[in-house]
T-cell receptor, first 113, second 110 residues
Framework: SQTIHQWPATLVQPVGSPLSLECTVE??????LYWYRQAAGRGLQLLFY??????ISSEVPQNLSASRPQDRQFILSSKKLLLSDSGFYLC????????????FGSGTRLTVV | AQRVTQPEKLLSVFKGAPVELKCNYS??????LFWYVQYSRQRLQLLLR??SRESIKGFTADLNKGETSFHLKKPFAQEEDSAMYYC????????????FGTGTSLTVIP
């Protein structure tokens, strides 16, 4: 069966520090991978998605970047965190093609202080 | 442009009462609509999708293309239904991406 792992679960980082959140998927190949940010009252905001190794699409210009070094690994990064980067970050994977839902990771609560 | 609107941020109903969580969408083409649910301290998970025409945990949702709606309904709410619900849209025009509404927090009062 397919599983998705996301870590760390919580993270407190000072302003200006770098960030690296990792997400891996098991039990499937060539998944679509997604990074979302969940904010109270604002729902789920798509940040990045990837349909293959090295293929990253950005939905929202911001202080963050994403990379997909391996088929089932998706990394969210920042060189210098801002206070506004605080939030709950969710990784998700989905099958190629329509009609399938996402499977979400357990999320990372990031607090920038 | 595609958009998903959930007009209610908070919704409270009594146990045993019917519940309807509203979702309206904007999309040019044939959309795929989904409902996701997040229970307290659990990850976001798929509840149901319109193409399956299924009933999950007593919930149903019918796609109304005329009204561009995909409301989630349950005839008798249970306390364990208390959660955050997100409506989501996907389609060929979205490149397999999902667009989510802002969510509705449902509280079922015992």
């Amino acid at each position: 069966s397919q599983t998705i792992h996301q870590w760390p679960a919580t993270l407190v980082q000072p302003v200006g520090s770098p960030l690296s959140l990792e997400c891996t998927v098991e039990g499937t190949s060539n998944p679509n991978l997604y990074w979302y940010r969940q904010a109270a009252g604002r729902g789920l905001q798509l940040l990045f998605y990837s349909v293959g190794i090295g293929q990253i699409s950005s939905e929202v210009p911001q202080n963050l970047s994403a990379s997909r070094p391996q088929d089932r690994q998706f990394i969210l990064s920042s060189k210098k965190l801002l206070l506004s980067d605080s939030g709950f970050y969710l990784c998700a994977w989905g099958r190629q093609g329509l009609g399938y839902g996402y499977t979400f990771g357990s999320g990372t609560r990031l607090t920038v202080v | 442009a595609q958009r998903v609107t959930q007009p209610e941020k908070l919704l409270s109903v009594f146990k045993g009462a019917p519940v309807e969580l509203k979702c309206n969408y904007s999309y040019s083409g044939s959309p795929e609509l989904f409902w996701y649910v997040q229970y307290s301290r659990q990850r976001l998970q798929l509840l149901l999708r319109h193409i399956s025409r299924e009933s999950i945990k007593g919930f149903t949702a019918d796609l109304n293309k005329g009204e561009t709606s995909f409301h989630l309904k349950k005839p008798f709410a249970q306390e364990e239904d208390s959660a955050m619900y997100y409506c989501a849209l996907s389609g060929r025009n979205t490149g397999n991406q999902f667009y989510f509404g802002t969510g509705t927090s449902l509280t079922v009062i015992p």
